[in-house]
């Protein structure tokens, strides 16, 4: 039979590459904030990450959804999921490199800046099994101010092991913890919450209520929040009890999420679950705010993570496909997509990297202070920024990037959910004005952090003077977005100045330049296209 027709200028897929090389921002970022000694082992986990192997894992986890299993065949409670393998195996990677509860041990200066680094780039791969990850980290320090929990469980936790069985914990070698906030009448208002706890004995309170969200149900441990006698307060609440039984939380439905389909995320039933306090009767929210420090942080380095890996496959189409007589990233005005999507990218790993640099130092009061300024800046602004730059690299792609099949698809419908939970973005904005309103010394801080390259570039130095004009005035709470965001974006140039070259001459001329609302839409000679696209390695 003759041939219909030779398939031809359709780009192989992206595969078998270097992560962490192909993500030069990333790697000078590692550098310059206090982990250049993780360089070697970042360059040997970009391999791994980059394989075919790792490409079709994440795929497979997210095809196979979790299946809810309420009951055994002989009508015993489960209440549990059963996850594909390829889940297990992201897991297993993610202990075993320590960004699931084992970090802390790592006391090397730049060790937080090394995991952040990490978490980037296991983002590019897969998003659903970070979820997890980041509980399971955040955890640690909440778990350690009860001395009741240091053994087995802190220690469990701790281990730089996965082990998904559904067992008690005598039983176990690795540990996951989830985290149990929302409820139907309110997220983000936890004070709204109405699940109650009373004491039951030995130390115990038993818990009666529910939560509307409750991600990986299987997970050995929730921290959960109640209101006891003196307030809302917050739990510790294990799956199974020290004698062996499962605890009474009850799955109720699975949620048929947008994306995040590796995960499985539940509506569950408490019906005098028991469960042990932490950190105080009335002081739940003080005391989970600790933990979801940490989880922000993570989401704003999973979101830097998802537009890298779609902007790399955005890159590699247009080095291959070509449109009316050359390659598409010959085309001026390609180019300037791609080039306008690199310094995201650029300013997202650099200022993630930075918030994660202050975890470094929790001896210094003053990094400590950055940390609860970039921590709410980072999340509102890279995590807000997500889905706009997926949708471009989408574009790029053209129809083959709005195919299932293709590589853009999942990550698209992964990308607003970072900006949703652990505090959604209004919620982030406004963080930041308390932190202002209560620190005296929150704006000396961030002006000295912006300060830090002054002089090197007048629109940096230009726009440091706006904010510190505006900083003088009371924040208005109708205007948070805007000052969040200016904020960011200064940050993120006042990181990239430190290292001086194409990429932040090009962030803070691009920054400052008229520009319209779509990215790409940058006066050009501020944008230097190609010689921007040449600095991230595609010249
Ligand atoms: C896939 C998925 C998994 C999840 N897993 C978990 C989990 O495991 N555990 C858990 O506890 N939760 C989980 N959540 C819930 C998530 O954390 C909440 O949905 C989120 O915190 C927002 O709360 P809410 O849905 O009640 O919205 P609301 O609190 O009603 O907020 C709605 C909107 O109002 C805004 N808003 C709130 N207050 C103000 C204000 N004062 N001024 C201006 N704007 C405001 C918010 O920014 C938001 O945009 C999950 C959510 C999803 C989507």
Redesign the pocket.
Known sequence: MPATHEVSNQPPPLRDFNRFLANPPLRAALAREGAPWADEELIARGVELGSGEWIERGETANRNRPRLRLFDRFGHRLDRFDFDPAWHACLDWLKRQCLAGAAWHDARTGAAVRRAALFQLFAEVECGSL?PAT?SHSAVPLLALSPALADPWLRLLQAPVHDGRDLPIAQKSGLLI????????????LRANTTRAVPAGDGWYALTGH??????PNSDA?L??AQAADGLSCFFLPRFLPDGRRNAVRIQRT?D????HA?A?AEVEFDAALAWPIGGEGRGIATIIEMANHTRLDCASGSAGIMHGVFSEALHHARHRHAFGKPLIEQPLMAAVLADLALECAGHSALCLRAAATVDHPGDGGERLLKRLLTPLAKYWICKRTPTVVAETMEVLGGNGYIEEGPIARPFRQSP?NS???????????DLLRVLAREPHAREVLISELERPLGIHPAHDRQVARIKDQLRREPV?AQARWLAEELAVALEASCLLRTPGVLAEAFCNSREAARGQCLGAVAAPALAAGEVLRAVGAG
């Open positions: 979820c509980m989830g985290m149990g906030l929302t409820e139907k009448q309110g997220g983000s208002d939560k509307w969200f409750f991600s990986v929730h959960v929040t949620k999420k947008l994306g995040d995960n995320s959910l949703i939970w652990e505090g959604a973005g209004n919620v982030m904005c406004l709470e």
